[in-house]
């Protein structure tokens, strides 16, 4: 497949060289562009999808390696790895791209760096479209996220980065072939140093979740969601059999926002890719709506 983005970089304000895929829009009338944020072990590859459907659409798509994933540069102190600090990264790529307001899609953890923004610069974000994520989440989830993120693993080649991307998520993805899961694991390894697959993040990711405790396990962001679905048009999509945003949490989101917009994507768990034709339904008519 052709590349259908260009490689950009910018500066943090702690002075890590950060990156996105930046997909631009097809012709047409200037539309508000859309910044897409992965999940916590992930990167913007998980957008290489969704990305260039988007932007054949007419929206440009800038998705974000945040801060250690992917192409981004790693951490001097990991204790920066958490959502204040990559929702101040995102608002130094708006600016340094002359980007005033943007639709956001987040997915899981690019959902909570999307509720932070609301809190940190409410006026950036024009709508937003939450993949499996809420203002709290289902302790089963976390816990299952929490025990494998930043732990060493054992892949000496991509057969075993395959087998080991599935032994994680085959809950979550059922239907998935064997291919699918060698396409997964190319997304989200990379070539170490050693010359053997390797997870491509950086593992101290993990240590503010191991600092804060049990405690952190489960956020409470309702005042951010209050404020993200105040005012502009969201939409909620979630795993059918999503173990991190429970059906009961979503009925509570719903009931907070009742303009909020929902789907649910049917046999799929945390988080959808978003290829999905349930995702895709809604949500090109919801970006159709937008300015």
């Not at 989830?141 to 025990?147: D, E, K, N, P």
């Amino acid at each position: 497949m052709t590349q259908t983005f260009t490689e950009r970089r910018w500066t943090s304000p702690d002075g890590l060289c950060l990156f996105a895929r930046d997909y631009p829009a097809a012709s047409g009338p200037a539309r508000l562009p859309v910044i897409a944020i992965h999940g916590l072990t992930r990167n913007s590859a998980d957008f290489g999808a969704i990305a260039p459907l988007i932007a054949q659409s007419g929206r440009r798509v800038l998705a974000i390696d945040v801060r250690g994933r992917g192409k981004s540069d790693r951490a001097t102190d990991p204790m920066t790895y958490q959502p204040l600090s990559y929702a101040q990264d995102v608002l130094a790529l708006l600016e340094q791209a002359g980007i005033a307001r943007a639709v956001f899609l987040g997915t899981s953890m690019g959902g909570l760096i999307t509720m932070a923004l609301a809190a940190l610069r409410p006026k950036v974000i024009a709508a937003a479209i939450l993949n499996d994520i809420g203002p709290e989440v289902a302790k089963a989830g976390l816990a299952r996220i929490a025990a494998y993120s930043g732990q060493p693993v054992d892949t000496p080649g991509w057969a075993e980065a395959a087998a080991y991307v599935k032994a994680i998520n085959e809950v979550a993805f059922p239907h998935y072939t064997d291919a699918d899961w060698d396409a997964f694991a190319h997304r989200t390894f990379k070539i170490g140093t050693e010359g053997a697959p390797v997870p491509d993040y950086d593992p101290d990711i993990a240590v503010p979740i191991r600092a804060a405790g049990a405690k952190a396990l489960v956020p409470n962001l309702w005042p951010m969601f209050g404020r993200l679905t105040k005012g502009r048009p969201v939409l909620l999509v979630r795993g059918q059999t999503s173990d991190l945003l429970s059906e009961a949490i979503a009925a509570k989101m719903r009931k907070r926002a009742p303009k909020m917009d929902y789907v649910e994507v049917p046999g799929v768990g945390h988080a959808p890719m978003l290829d999905e034709p349930e995702a895709k339904a809604a949500i090109f008519p919801f970006l159709g709506e937008l300015p």
